[in-house]
């Protein structure tokens, strides 16, 4: 049990301000996540430094494809969700081991790993061990990113924006509202893209993706307005990934078809984004990046898998146009 932070007394309740749930809650009882509880009037977080799952992986596996690419990374999870999502299975939760983030810094600096990244829950849950992990890793020039619903508040944004370098804002079903409202617990997702200025304000570099739903979530009207808000308010180099949803017990859909992925990618391309990607599936026309201006190939991947790197700074070779790639 750790002192929570982002959160004020509110008609003698506590309002926490870390997620977008935004939950008032009463003495002894816990927000949505389970993970913040108001004790004796002061909020405390149950997951603080409490891992279920760690691991090294390459960046792309997390979706990130301009952001230091093929660079390792040490993934990390904990438990609790501001969105309980039924079209996932859900991961064993239980607690693997304890750590600190100076544990896992030094982990970081034993292994020569120069990225660490929030993943297989939502980071937003595990804030304030991320918090801590995000600030402490800027004095040894580790990045630090995030997986995240985008169910975060600017509040909560703001404080970790200083720190934190990358997220990869996971969006599903085109982040129809009406989708959020039935399936995840009436989450509105207009919050989502108020944390996505929020993360462009702060100057966190930012990729896209998008889980298309066969049947249930997979409108290509509601892409089509998710991409142009965008081209329009982020701007047409924000990396852009279709994702394919897999089945659950649940529902009745079998995977998405990297056919239906490749339609929604050449309608996205064709709307101004300038590097979309179907991540997660092989056999895409959509694995590499390619250069907007002269079409000169710059990454290039197998699935989602990096092999190779053709880039000068942050320009094409061929042009010297230039490409939002961190490295
Ligand atoms: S983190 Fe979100 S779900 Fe958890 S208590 Fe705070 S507002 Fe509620």
Redo the contacts with the bound molecule.
Sequence with gaps: MRAALLWITESGKIR?N??A???L?GLDEA???K??VNKKNALITKNFGKITGIGYSKIEEHNFFHFYPGSKTIHVSSFGE?IYDPFIEKPDKSEKEKMTPEDLIKLANQKGVKLITFTGSEP??FFEFAYRVARLAKRYNIKTTFVTNGYITSEAVKKIGKYLDAVNVHVTASADPEFYKKHFDGADVEQIFIALKAFKKHRVFTEVSNTIIPEVGEDFVMNQKLVEWIVNKLGSSIPYHLLPAHPVPKFDYSETSVETLDEFASRSAKMGMRYVYVSGAFGSDYENTSCYNCGNEIITRVGSVFTNININGDRCPNCGFKISVMK
């Design positions: 926490c870390v997620c749930r935004m939950c809650i927000g949505y996540c993970v913040r501001s937003t849950i």
